[in-house]
């Protein structure tokens, strides 16, 4: 009797493991080519690390082209994911339009607005963490007048960092002038590194890094110039990038879309994940400042020094708590970038 009992039991077992197994919810995870792009390893990282508190099966489908982009998105929906998350621009059509044929399927983007309410969306008000670094940038060099600005595209998608950055420098040194170059790639360094030695040569001991991956371009410049009694100061993007072998790296203006996963991986499970445009802030803890709003890996204190960084951290309370609030122009043509 007792080994009939223990037999029923195991079996139970079996069986209930078995069922788990067949109901884990599946999570597709689609985005550019990952690489060392902290933009996507974020979210990677974040969606891996949740799967031991939701049980979830993972599958990340890296997009190359428009095609795969498309491809991707057909193959989620045909094998039926129960959440299908798409990370960057690119992702905001297919969602939209998958999301009206596939019932029974959640849908939500990340850095993107897909412009239904069959979807969840998840931009970034990008322009105070910009405006939080411009700052910095003046409160770190007050003797400066000319100051660099290398970033990946030209156009809409950029002119909230271009005119939060220079909105929070000039409210440091109103008279702050700056050049702006960009390399037309999310990833290429090489564009980067040239533009970066133009921009000392003219003047510049400040370059805001906005060339995504591609900021590794200044970052070397910054260390070959360096050998030569020439300094060029930067940040990075998206993630710490400070590091104690490049002390020209002083910070990082952070966009946290692990943070942002997390946000929406969590609703998700707990059943309150809502479609429409979710806009995340400084005070959402999903945009910052490394050494203002978290600590980095590496501090420079020779030029973020106590006062810089007790100046810049009144400068992300005052954003945070909504004593200072930022109005961006609706268009650029609205407004003119002090150029020199």
């Known amino acids: 009797m ?8 195991v079996l139970t077992l079996a069986f209930a493991a078995a069922g788990a197994l067949a109901d884990a919810a599946r999570v597709a995870v689609i985005c550019d080519p990952v690489g060392v792009n902290p933009f996507l390893t974020q979210v990677v990282e974040k969606a891996q690390e949740l799967q031991a508190t939701y049980g979830y099966d993972l599958r990340i489908l890296e997009c190359s082209d428009t095609d ?13 994911y129960d959440l299908i998350l798409g990370v960057g621009w690119q992702s905001a059509e297919y969602a939209a339009a998958k999301a009206e044929e596939a019932d029974g399927i959640a849908f939500a983007v990340i850095d993107t607005d897909a412009g239904s309410d069959k979807v969840a969306s998840f931009s970034y008000n990008e322009e105070q963490a910009a405006y939080l670094m411009g700052a910095m940038a003046g409160y770190a060099f007050p003797n400066e007048k ?26 440091v040194i109103p008279d702050a002038q700056l050049t702006f170059n960009y390399t037309n790639s999310y990833s290429d360094p090489n564009p980067a590194y040239e533009f970066a030695k ?28 360096a050998q030569e009694g020439k300094y060029i100061y930067s ?14 790296i002083i910070s990082s203006q952070l966009k946290n879309t692990g943070v942002t996963a997390g946000i929406i991986l969590d609703a998700y499970f707990a059943g309150t994940l809502e479609n429409g445009l979710h806009v995340l802030e400084m005070k959402d803890g999903a945009i910052g400042a490394t050494h203002i709003t978290s600590d980095g890996v590496y501090l ?41």
């Open 235 to 248: 940040v990075g993007q998206d993630s710490d990038m400070t590091r104690e072998d490049n002390p020209y």
């Open 146 to 171: 000319k100051f660099g600005y290398i970033g990946c595209f030209e156009g809409s998608g950029s002119f909230k960092y271009r005119w939060g950055f220079t909105e929070g420098l000039l409210s």
């Open 68 to 80: 795969k982009w498309q491809s991707s998105y057909d193959a989620a929906v045909a094998e039926e």
């Open 2 to 9: 007792k080994k009939l009992i223990s037999l029923l039991l």
């Open 198 to 225: 133009q921009q000392q040569a003219q003047g510049c001991t400040y370059i805001f890094g906005a060339a995504a991956a591609g900021n590794e371009g200044i970052f070397s410049a910054a260390l070959e110039l």
């Open 300 to 340: 420079n204190a020779d030029i973020l020094t106590d006062e810089v960084i007790a100046s810049t951290k009144a400068v992300a309370d005052a954003i945070s708590s909504g004593e200072l609030v930022l109005t961006m122009p609706q268009s650029e043509a609205d407004y003119t970038f002090p150029l020199f």
